[in-house]
């Protein structure tokens, strides 16, 4: 399977602990986006890279978000100092440079902060 | 700033059924729009999508035509299966940023047998 993926798929955390989530693109696609959705909502954006630079963040990327892509390949967001409005699915996304409407998301990360 | 409303869920319908899922944006700009599909228990796909105004998508026997005159994008399916039973999200790409993608807060659909 050549798909985004995301790993882990669940994640159960205390609040205040801090956890981080990695997301492979798709290996051709250069641009990979980071969205969150919590539950009876649709995606919402966070921020997205191209490479390993990172273009945009949205305002819901508080200080304690932080997302990273070194090598231009894959990529980490996370969270500290968790707390219980971060608890949602966090999606990934990817696509090609020249085509950036056509995003292939991944399966996603549960989080659910206790 | 931009933005998405559709029709609230959950709908439910009987199998062969006529489907029309509402959507409307709003948008200082010229966006493109899509329909995304969540099956459960997978990731979010693009079903459809429109570049323009006039321009129909289409995929898998759903369809939705871009109307700039009512800022709409209407998902339409002539008869449903229970394999569409998903979660249907509305979309645009932003005006402002055209690789973030805004949606609309999803439309449960469940088909009846």
């Known amino acids: 399977d050549t798909g985004v993926s995301q790993n882990p798929r669940h994640k159960i955390t205390k609040r205040g602990q801090n956890v981080t989530f990695r997301c492979d693109p798709i290996s051709e696609h250069n641009r990979l986006y980071w969205y969150r959705q919590t539950l009876g909502q649709g995606p919402e954006f966070l921020t997205y890279?191209?490479?390993?630079?990172?273009?945009?963040k949205s305002r819901l990327l508080s200080d304690r978000f932080s997302a990273e892509r070194p090598k231009g390949s894959f990529s980490t967001l996370e969270i500290q100092r968790t707390e219980q409005g971060d608890s949602a699915m966090y999606l990934c996304?990817?696509?090609?440079?020249?085509?950036?409407?056509?995003?292939?998301f991944g399966p996603g990360t549960r989080l659910t902060v206790t | 700033g931009d933005s998405v409303t559709q029709m609230e869920g959950p709908v439910t319908l009987s199998e062969e059924a006529f489907l029309t899922i509402n959507c409307t944006y709003t948008?200082?700009?010229?966006?493109?729009l899509f329909w995304y599909v969540q099956y459960p228990g997978e990731g979010l796909q693009l079903l459809l999508k429109?570049?323009?105004?006039?321009d129909k998508g289409s995929n898998k026997g759903f369809e939705a035509t871009y109307r700039k005159e009512t800022t709409s994008f209407h998902l339409e399916k002539g008869s449903v299966q229970v394999s569409d039973s998903a979660v249907y999200f509305c979309a645009l790409s932003g005006t402002s940023s055209a690789s973030k993608i805004i949606f609309g807060s999803g439309t449960r659909l469940s088909i009846r047998p």
């Open positions: 948008a200082t700009g010229y966006p493109s």
């Open positions: 429109a570049t323009k105004a006039d």
């Open positions: 890279f191209q490479n390993e630079a990172q273009l945009e």
């Open positions: 996304a990817s696509s090609f440079e020249g085509a950036v409407n056509e995003q292939y």
